[in-house]
């Protein structure tokens, strides 16, 4: 059984996907042992309350600087002691400690297709304003490994969304976590579970 931290920030959607395809069983394997926000009060709590999840907030406004705060985030998840950490709409820097702590156990949902409209500066709603901006006609979500650049690490799985005419960002960022995000995130986690993802040469590789 893999105990898993998903660690968030805001609405909690991407949670809500895990916790509910471990419950009918597409996510096979995993267990879900805690939830991390760096805010307080935001709907991931509601999300993990309601599911009976332990949940944490480390905000870094409780911190006198920002070591204090990496440290007190990286101590809080060992605590739980995953052998997977999610990062699922979690707009904090992952500190070098916590990624050499957790190297190629740690996996982020982006919302655009890597390497396109990543990067710093590229979080939540910017990415799709920056996808508008361009007046791109595809986009989508990538779920990969963390390493220590920012959208950098192995690619595990991506899926390509429409742009429709007269989108508003809000609009495009509900599309691309409806169609890809809420489905490659656990599909990722799934297979990170069952053993089946594997990097060679800093590409994943994905066995049935
Ligand atoms: C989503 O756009 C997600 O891609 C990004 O954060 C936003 C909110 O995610 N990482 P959630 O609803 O908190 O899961």
């Known amino acids: 059984m893999l105990d898993i931290v998903v660690c968030v920030s805001g609405g ?3 949670l809500q996907a895990i916790i509910d395809k471990i419950a009918n069983g597409q996510i096979k394997n995993a267990r879900i042992v805690g ?3 760096n805010n307080y009060g935001v709907k991931s709590l509601e999300r993990a309350k309601n ?3 332990e949940a944490k907030v480390v905000s870094p406004k409780d911190f006198d600087d920002r070591e204090a705060f990496n440290e007190a985030l990286l101590s809080t998840v060992k605590a739980f002691n995953p052998g997977l950490v999610v990062l699922a709409g979690f707009l904090v820097n992952i500190p070098a400690a916590f990624v050499k702590e957790y190297s190629g156990r740690i996996i982020n949902i982006h919302p655009s297709l890597i390497p396109s409209f990543c ?7 910017k990415v799709h304003e920056a996808v508008l901006q361009r007046g791109v006609k595809v986009t989508g979500a990538t779920a990969h490994f963390v390493d220590d650049g920012t959208d950098t690490g192995p690619i595990i799985f991506q899926k390509a969304v429409y ?3 007269g989108d508003t960002p809000q609009a495009l960022q509900l599309r691309v976590m ?6 490659i995130l656990p599909k990722a986690i799934d297979c990170f579970a069952n053993g089946k993802l594997k990097i060679v040469d800093g590409r994943v590789i994905v066995s049935e």
Do not use: M, P, R
Request: no cysteine; aromatic share 12%; glycine share 16%.
């Open 51 to 53: 599911a009976q999840i």
């Open 178 to 183: 409806e169609q890809a995000e809420w489905e």
């Open 35 to 37: 939830v991390i926000s």
């Open 119 to 125: 990067g710093k500066g590229f979080y939540g709603l």
């Open 12 to 14: 909690g959607t991407n």
């Open 163 to 165: 742009v429709e005419q």
